[in-house]
Structure formats: C-alpha cells, structure tokens
C-alpha cells in the first residue's frame, strides 16, 4: 500500500482514484535503444545451456485456415513442431557426444 502511495506522490485515498499527482508516460519506438538493451541483457550461452528449438514447420495457407478453428488439427501442429523439435536436438545432442538414454537398471 505504501509503495503505491509513494509511486502516486500519495494520491490514492479512502479507495478514490485523482489523477493529482500522476505521471503520464510518453511511449516512444526507439528501435535503437531497444536492440541495445536487449543485447545488454541476452546470455550468450553455448547451445548446450539453453537447448532452444526453433522448428520451421511451413503450412500450406489452405490448411491453415482449417487449422485456425479446429482445436484437435492445432493440437495436431503443436506435436508435429514438438516431434520434429525433438528429433532436431536428439540428433545435436549425439552430434555433440551427449548421451540421451538412461542406463538400463537391472
């Protein structure tokens, strides 16, 4: 409650909203200070620390239009993307080494 007061120079009373004492922001589409705080907080991590998958699954735009009000079909397109996806980091996963089975426990 405090911290809303502050922020409002204490404005905010008995549940009533005055725009007293409120600031209004101008929002601006500075692309170039944009890209530069995003660059200022991106990790630049190898591969192996994030394993994002990026699957480009092309649709034909006839079947995208059935797709877009049929709940099963875009079900049926998340686990395409997910099953290629899969397959893509499974194959750069032994490409690296990196085994992706556990041992057989007897």
Known sequence: SSGINAEYGGA???GKI?????????HV???PKLKERLEAIQKKLPWIET???TVDLK???EEMKLVI???FKQEMLFYKQ???G?????????SLGITTQRPEVN
């Not at 004492?21 to 101008?26: D, F, H, L, N």
């Not at 899969?86 to 032994?94: C, P, V």
């Open 18 to 26: 005055s725009e007293q004492g409120i600031k209004t922001i101008s």
């Open 59 to 61: 649709v034909p735009t």
């Open 51 to 53: 394993m994002d998958v």
């Open 82 to 84: 997910s099953q290629i």
């Open 12 to 14: 905010l009373k008995s």
């Open 86 to 94: 899969a397959q893509q980091s499974i194959a750069r996963l032994k």
């Open 69 to 71: 009000n049929d709940n």
């Open 29 to 31: 589409n500075n692309i």
